[in-house]
């Protein structure tokens, strides 16, 4: 059973203009022989969650427009963790953040890769608060 673990207390916060990074471990999968995509997703009141950067075990990472070469997602197979590392940010950047994975690669191929309905395994969320 894949299960997707946040550590960092549950919450994070900093100045605009500022970084954090956040850890996801994965436990339950191979990131090294088995296929996937995975990311991270946001979620503020009132609004949907939304992907914010994909990664697709095919090779493709993408990222939402407004993170762009702000944001990197990147994995260390070794110690089996997802990382998403956030500079710049703004105000508007804060919101629970998500990571999450499914089995099976092609997702940005296939064009839902964004879609968090196609997300299987989930980790229980960190609160970032970015502070103007």
């Known amino acids: 059973q894949v299960q997707m673990t946040q550590s960092g207390g549950g919450s994070a916060s900093t100045e605009a203009g500022g970084s954090l990074r956040l850890f996801c471990e994965v436990s339950g999968y191979d990131f090294r022989t088995s296929a996937y995509c995975m990311g991270w997703f946001r979620q503020t009141p009132g609004k949907e969650r939304e992907g914010v950067a994909i990664k697709d075990s095919d090779g493709p990472i993408r990222y939402q427009e407004s993170v762009k070469d702000r944001f990197r997602i990147s994995k260390d197979n070794d110690k089996k963790i997802l990382y998403l590392q956030m500079n710049s940010l703004r105000p508007e950047d804060s919101g629970a953040y998500y990571c999450?994975?499914?089995?099976?690669?092609?997702?940005?191929?296939?064009?839902?890769?964004?879609?968090?309905?196609?997300?299987?395994?989930w980790g229980q969320g960190t609160q970032v608060t970015v502070h103007s």
């Open positions: 999450a994975a499914r089995l099976g690669s092609g997702c940005l191929r296939s064009g839902f890769g964004f879609n968090p309905g196609a997300y299987s395994y």
